[in-house]
């Protein structure tokens, strides 16, 4: 009997050890129980159950043999973010991987579905939102049928303009902006009708957005002065260096007299959502997403020694994300600095995207935060996205060096198709962070700038080096919204950089500031080299001020305004200009101080389809020369294919050899990989024409 005793205990703990071992795989479901057993026949139903096992079996030594959770397929709906800490982390042989079953491709939602809509005439629907009349849920994003539908506003397309602003400020402070002011906003008469009917429901729900320069304010009108066609607006006070003004547009939005037209929607605090249908929806097949939260996932480490480490993402989705608007609104912040992320990351070590997907979001996609390092987002398609892509850094500068985010890989993406809510915020942006590398990727359909790299202005210490932004396709970006943009733009010093192999065109701003390259105040140590701009509304190139730049072996053609542009003149060289083609058909050759600031410019090829008599900002050629600039260059035709086509490839490399450019291949600019991804990457051929249509307008011409 003692025997049998004994055999019989081994079995069971054997058994034991077996279920333990076999919970190194854990299943989810949407279908599941978080009570069940995590296997594939007794699933658990959310990813934060999981993790909580997985944490366990941790503790208890019982995961050490490449631990996975599979996510089977189907919707995933969120009312609170997933959460990773350091107990949940992987080994580096042996990273914790969570990762779609085979075939499937899950979606986790941070939102509910509406309900079947209700017709209430043939240009309007409705549908009944319990939760917004009896637990005081409001959302600001809708997502109708796969795409964001537009919060009712006007004007419906373009911009009012504001005619004047005064300011009173109430508490001044110390800083460099008053702490609290009130803005009176004299409008236009077209503008100031929406208000004349406000209700006052409409004065604490309304959003306008004002575009000024390179920024946007969102503030709620406080009051209306029909007398003097004025709101009030409140908060602090305006920047001296971006102010709003005579030159500000706006549009408001959220409140229901706007709603007239297809695709836009208005939520009443009674709970029911009116939508106006586009032309080919129908209520049968309709389907209309709400988010609950902004955030999918929150990875929080304890601190830069016990980080979260070692977890892979595999084939997942994250779809419909979303952002409220505090009651005081939105101040000015460039770049949308201030905004969070629906993806977030603190002391993160080794943490990867592979082949996953962010949309319909209220704010940015990725934050890589603070103390971060070794992290990777690949082969992602990140879009529809109510600010930017990828933020990298913290904008705060920390003075412990584990606490500066580095060495994040930012390759083969596709980022489009953003600012919906944050016209100003930016493809992929790095605040102060260091050895970061940003590389084919596709950028474009953006309100600023494509990729930004920098967070100080000025010659101050700055950790932000050697960064490489490489083989990125950055285009179609401004639509003539914002100013003060770039393609690839920079800021301080950032030693080592590198922008290379980069294909950068279709840069539009409102007023001054559609660049390609752009190294803004303070930008130092950065080679610029192999890259292709053209299309681009100021300059191919500009440099506000800096020092020890690099900008070489580089084509710029077809550039609007001019080719290539300086502003702020100083005692040391700000940068040398070699081995460059320039060519052009509009616009000047310089402009600003480009022929007055310190710079060795020499072996470029300049080409003006209009004339061989390039004048150097009133000088010949000769006279340029005379001056010590551009002694070995050439005024000759580089010989491209068919540049009119955008075709730079060469038809023979007679001129390039005699100032020492080196070809390089531009279509290796943007993603990689299957010809189903490189189709995705692709930009809407309708989305291209209507830009050209908006460049056109604005420059007063017919052909673009």
Partial sequence: MKNK?????????????????????????????????????????????ALERMKVLKKDGLNEDNPRIIVLDGNYFLTEPIVLTEEHGGTADKPLVIKADAGARPVFMAGMKTGRFEKINDRLWRVFIPRVAWQDLYFEQLYVNGRRAVRARTPNE???????????????GEGRYPEYAVQKIQLGSEGAECFESFTDQDFRDAIVTFYHKWDNTRKRAEHYSSSESAIYI??????????????????????????????????????????????????????????????????????????????????????????????????????????????RLDYARNISFIDCEVAHTGTYAFWFRRGCAGCTVNHCYIHDLGAGGIKIGETILREDPSEITNNITIDNNIITDAGHVFPCAVGIIIFHASDNNLTHNEISNLRYSGISAGWIWGYAHSPSK?????????????????????????????????????????????????????????????????NLVYACKSSGFHQHYGRENVIRNNIFALNIRSQLQATRIEDH??????????YFDRGSLLSSNWHRFSLLSDYNCYWDIRTKDIYFAGMTFREWKSEGKDVHSLIADPLFMDPAKFDFRFRKLTVARRIKFTPFDYTLAGVYGTDEWRKLAETD????????????????????
């Fill in 158 to 172: 373009g911009f009012y303009t504001v005619r004047d602003v005064e300011e009173t400020v109430f508490e001044k």
């Fill in 685 to 704: 051929t309708d989305l291209t024409e209507k830009f050209d249509i908006i460049v056109n307008r604005m420059e007063g011409r017919s052909g673009y």
């Fill in 573 to 582: 060289r700000s940068l040398s200009f070699t081995n460059n083609i320039v």
């Fill in 5 to 49: 005793a004994a055999l019989f205990l081994a079995v069971i703990i054997l058994l034991n050890c077996l279920q333990h071992t076999s919970g190194q795989i854990i299943y989810i479901s949407p279908d599941g129980n978080d009570s069940g057993s995590g296997t594939l026949e007794n699933p658990l139903s959310s990813l934060n159950a």
């Fill in 466 to 530: 050697r960064n490489i932004i490489r083989y990125n396709h950055i285009h179609h970006l401004g639509w003539g919204e914002l100013c003060d943009m770039g393609g690839v733009y920079t800021l301080g010093a950032s030693e080592g950089t590198c922008v290379s192999d980069n294909l950068i065109h279709h840069v539009y701003s409102f007023d001054y500031g559609g660049w390609g390259l752009y190294t803004d105040e303070g930008s130092y140590g950065i080679t610029m080299e192999n």
């Fill in 234 to 343: 409140s908060g602090e006070g305006m920047k001296p260096w971006n102010s709003l003004d005579s030159k500000t547009r706006y549009r408001v939005e959220n409140y229901k007299a706007a709603l007239d037209s297809p695709g836009e929607w208005y939520l009443e605090k009674s709970g029911y959502l009116y939508y106006v249908p586009l032309p080919d929806e129908s209520i049968e097949t309709t389907e209309a997403y709400a988010p609950l939260t902004e955030e999918f996932l929150i990875v929080r480490g304890a601190s830069s020694e016990r980080p979260v480490s070692n977890v892979r993402f595999e084939n997942i989705s994250f779809r419909v994300s979303g952002y409220r608007t505090p009651r005081t609104g939105n101040e000015p912040s460039q770049a949308a600095a201030a905004i969070d992320a629906a993806i």
